[in-house]
Every structure is written in structure tokens, then in C-alpha cells.
């Protein structure tokens, strides 16, 4: 993990990043959660009905932080 109290410092180095990983995750934290109107996730929900329920249970609240993670493959060990 790397914290970096100037973001403005690394974004630079972020964007160049960005575009060499094969792919990206992001992950974010809000100030609360809700129910969704009872709607609860299901395991064979498609892209567009999880994102659906995803959005409805986030509308109300702030994301307050953003986690970016980039993944690599490097050819010569494989992984």
C-alpha cells in the first residue's frame, strides 16, 4: 500500500500507471449504506441489475474514499 499525503505529487506517475495495466480495480468507501428498498444482491444478478442495486444503495451517501489498485503481468516469471 502506498499513502501519499500530496496527491497532486504522484498523479503523474498515476496516469502513466494506468495506461501500462492490463487491468484496474476500484474500490470505494461511503458514508453509509442502505438497504436498497429490501432489494437484496443476488449471485446471478447480471452487470447492469448489480450495478442497478449498487447505485440505489449508494445515491444518498458520499464517497469519502477511493482505493485504485493496478495490475501487472510480467511475461518472464508468469504471474
Same mark, same amino acid.
Given at each position: 500500500?502506498? $499513502?501519499? /499525503? &500530496?496527491?497532486?505529487?504522484?498523479?503523474? /506517475?498515476?496516469?502513466?500507471?494506468? #495506461? =501500462?495495466?492490463? $487491468?484496474? !480495480?476500484?474500490? #470505494?468507501?461511503?458514508? @453509509?449504506?442502505?438497504? @436498497?428498498? @429490501? %432489494? =437484496? *444482491?443476488?449471485? $446471478? &444478478? #447480471?452487470? =447492469?441489475?448489480? *450495478?442497478?442495486?449498487? %447505485?440505489? %444503495? !449508494?445515491? #444518498?451517501?458520499?464517497?469519502?474514499? *477511493? @482505493?485504485?489498485?493496478?495490475?501487472?503481468?510480467?511475461? =518472464? !516469471?508468469? /504471474?
Amino acid at each position: 500500500m502506498h $499513502f501519499v /499525503s &500530496d496527491f497532486e505529487s504522484v498523479l503523474e /506517475s498515476i496516469e502513466k500507471d494506468i #495506461t =501500462k495495466a492490463q $487491468f484496474i !480495480t476500484i474500490d #470505494t468507501e461511503f458514508t @453509509g449504506l442502505k438497504d @436498497g428498498n @429490501g %432489494r =437484496k *444482491y443476488n449471485f $446471478f &444478478d #447480471t452487470l =447492469k441489475e448489480y *450495478y442497478a442495486a449498487s %447505485r440505489e %444503495r !449508494t445515491a #444518498t451517501f458520499l464517497a469519502v474514499q *477511493y @482505493g485504485l489498485c493496478l495490475f501487472f503481468y510480467d511475461a =518472464k !516469471t508468469k /504471474s
